[in-house]
């Protein structure tokens, strides 16, 4: 079955610019979306559909996706952002949601 | 605004069947644009999606955990059931029941109930 990888973690000082990548064979021909998970929460989606914000999610998270990497983008990231983040695809051949390990993003 | 709220037993024993049920409120359950379904979450680690089910019956599950489980709608009742048969420790986790969504191809998991947790001890 499909497998997307995601580095355990990722550093950012507040107000830069933090990239979490997801990476799959091909992925760029899938649909990525992009979940938020802080402890003891559910999990929020921040972006859908490579690229597209929920209402109320803030314009600072942005997403892309070509190639064999897809990529969120939180810009001028803020302490509230520290949170563990997900990617996840559909895999149509059999119906199943495929998530990626998660990355931890830690607020400096 | 659709809501979901999942409950369950919270401990069960070894080789005991997990029983939980995931009561929808809210929005439209019988339309066909959704799917509702079950991910799950052992402590410490990420999110490990079970299976889902249409409202005509249909379901997919997880390859690695398929034998073991069924899942199940009552429609009068808007309530989804998740049975995970013969637990073990590896069971213990947060259960999430979410809704998927495919509004341009493509399932993604757009409302989350609050989760329930399942502890799987002797």
């Known amino acids: 079955s499909y497998v997307v990888t995601q580095p355990p973690s990722v550093s950012v000082a507040p107000g830069q610019t933090a990239f979490i990548t997801c990476g799959g064979n091909n992925i760029g021909s899938k649909s990525v979306h992009w979940y938020q998970q802080k402890p003891g929460q559910a999990p929020v989606v921040v972006v859908s559909?490579?690229?597209d914000r929920p209402s109320g999610i803030p314009e600072r998270f942005s997403g892309s996706n070509s190639g064999h990497t897809a990529t969120l983008t939180i810009s001028r990231v803020e302490a509230g952002d520290e949170a563990d983040y997900y990617c996840q695809i559909w895999e149509s051949s059999g119906d199943h949601v495929v998530f990626g390990g998660g990355t931890k993003v830690t607020v400096l | 605004q659709v809501q979901l709220q999942a409950s369950g037993p919270g401990l069960l024993k070894p080789s005991e069947t997990l029983s939980l049920t995931c009561t929808i409120s809210g929005g439209s359950f019988d339309s066909g644009s959704y799917y509702w379904g079950w991910v799950r979450q052992p402590p410490g680690k990420g999110l490990d999606w079970v299976g889902l089910?249409?409202?005509?019956?249909?379901?997919s599950y997880n390859p690695s955990l398929k034998s073991r489980i069924t899942i199940s709608l009552d429609t009068s009742r808007k309530q989804m059931s998740l049975r995970v048969r013969s637990v073990t420790a590896a069971d213990t986790a947060v259960y999430y029941c979410?809704?998927?969504?495919?509004?341009?191809?493509?399932?993604?998991?757009?409302?989350w109930g609050q989760g329930t947790t399942v502890t799987v001890s002797s």
């Open positions: 979410a809704r998927h969504a495919n509004p341009h191809g493509g399932f993604f998991l757009d409302v």
């Open positions: 559909y490579n690229n």
């Open positions: 089910i249409r409202h005509s019956g249909y379901t």
